[in-house]
């Protein structure tokens, strides 16, 4: 096991483009990190740079206090899984398993002795003397995991491993990688575009785009506390509702938008340092799809907004309310960014200054399409950002 630091890690293609930018990263001995992001964001650059596959351009990489810029992949001490799992064809998986030790020249002893436990680890010991074309495609990834494992390196790193499986299967995935990693303790980078992949895996998270570091902090962190509006919009699904809101003092703290009012707390205000100095501005206001309730299962103290809702879709655990809001939609590059992520570049336009929003409530309630209804909502949670910076107002890494 090793620590790995990436410390101010450039990496510049020809022409300029940079696909790392000034990357600084801190992982911890026996780290499960997940590096997430958008197409092109420098995920994929990071994790084939801390591998010796991309030669940075400036910065070092250090593997267990060893700085690891001038070693050629080999000496690196650590293994890799790829998306396409890249077993030999005709070799089993016994061969397949065994093939990286009988080329460090492993004692055959050894060999043995690792190729069956890792097998038994991984459920494949009644799969050894099969080949890859007689696999389905968890199996197959198993394999490559166990090749990966069966060396015993300082790292593993983990290139969108679950990308070429069925969502069935991927979920089943995650919890065998998270069991995996409990029970080995490796230091272990994973990168992918998936971020509720990211959120069930990470013990931390480190969202890229442009070859920049946003944030880097737990789930739960990022979630609730995210430094930009970029992060916000990336984190969570369905996405944060989002909306220019102007913050007042009359009848008490408020934030109002598109004919709504809600109270800001004390409690809300305290914990915002420098919110206060936002009165009588405008401000993004956002607000998570779970921070919503059917009004008529909600805390009572909650404030309310009525709405006409346009469509339901009922999740059996949850139902996802959608209604507009008359304002319009919040332009600015962070949240474009976020959401063409997520594919929604193209989502239609609704025009007539309106902005389509998203609510979570209990699958208890009676809330039907093509109603009015009352939310109420979970105010503690509001998120306030800089309309210019795109920067969450009072997080403690913007003071």
Not at 205 to 211: A, F, P, S
């Amino acid at each position: 096991m090793a620590q790995i630091i990436m410390d101010q890690v450039d990496k510049v293609y020809p022409g300029g483009v940079k696909g790392i930018d000034g990357l600084t990263l801190d992982i911890s001995d026996g780290e499960f990190m997940v590096l997430v992001g958008p197409s092109g964001c420098g995920k994929s650059t990071a994790l084939r740079s801390i591998a010796g596959l991309e030669e940075i351009t400036a910065g070092t990489i250090s593997i267990g206090n060893r700085v690891v810029n001038d070693l050629p992949p080999k000496d690196r001490d650590i293994a890799m899984v790829f998306q396409n799992y890249a077993l030999y064809p005709h070799m089993t998986v016994e061969q397949n398993l065994a093939f990286g030790l009988q080329q460090r020249k492993t004692p055959k002893q050894e060999i043995r002795r690792r190729v069956a436990e890792v097998a038994k680890m991984l459920g494949l010991e009644d799969y050894l003397k099969r080949k890859p074309a007689a696999l389905s495609g968890g199996q197959r990834q198993r394999v490559a995991m166990g090749r990966a494992i069966v060396r015993e390196p300082q790292a593993f790193l983990m290139d969108e491993p679950l990308s070429n499986l069925d969502a069935k299967l991927r979920v089943s995935m995650r919890a065998s990688l998270s069991q995996l990693h409990s029970r080995l303790g490796v230091t272990t980078v994973y990168v992918t575009h998936d971020q509720v992949e990211a959120m069930t895996l990470g013990q931390r998270v480190c969202v890229l785009r442009d070859g920049k570091l946003q944030q880097v902090d737990t789930p739960q962190t990022l979630y609730g506390a995210p430094v930009n509006l970029f992060v916000a919009g990336f984190i969570g699904s369905p996405a944060m509702n989002f909306t220019t809101a102007r913050l007042v003092r009359d009848a008490g703290p408020a934030v109002v938008f598109a004919g709504h009012r809600l109270t800001v707390s004390d409690a809300t205000l305290a914990g915002r340092p420098g919110l206060e100095e936002y009165f009588s501005r405008d401000v993004v206001l956002g607000i998570r799809p779970s921070d919503f309730e059917d009004a008529s299962l909600a805390d009572a103290s909650w404030p309310r907004m009525p709405v006409d809702v346009s469509v339901t879709e009922e999740l059996g655990s949850e139902i996802h309310v959608i209604f507009t809001i008359d304002a319009p939609q919040v332009q600015h590059a962070s949240i474009s960014d976020a959401r063409a992520s997520d594919g929604d570049e193209d989502s239609i336009p609704l025009g007539d200054n309106r902005t389509q929003w998203t609510a979570r409530v209990a699958s208890r309630s009676g809330i039907k399409p093509g109603s009015s209804a009352e939310l109420a909502v979970d105010t503690s949670n509001l998120q306030f950002f800089d309309p210019t910076t795109g920067l969450a107002i009072g997080h403690p890494a913007n003071g």
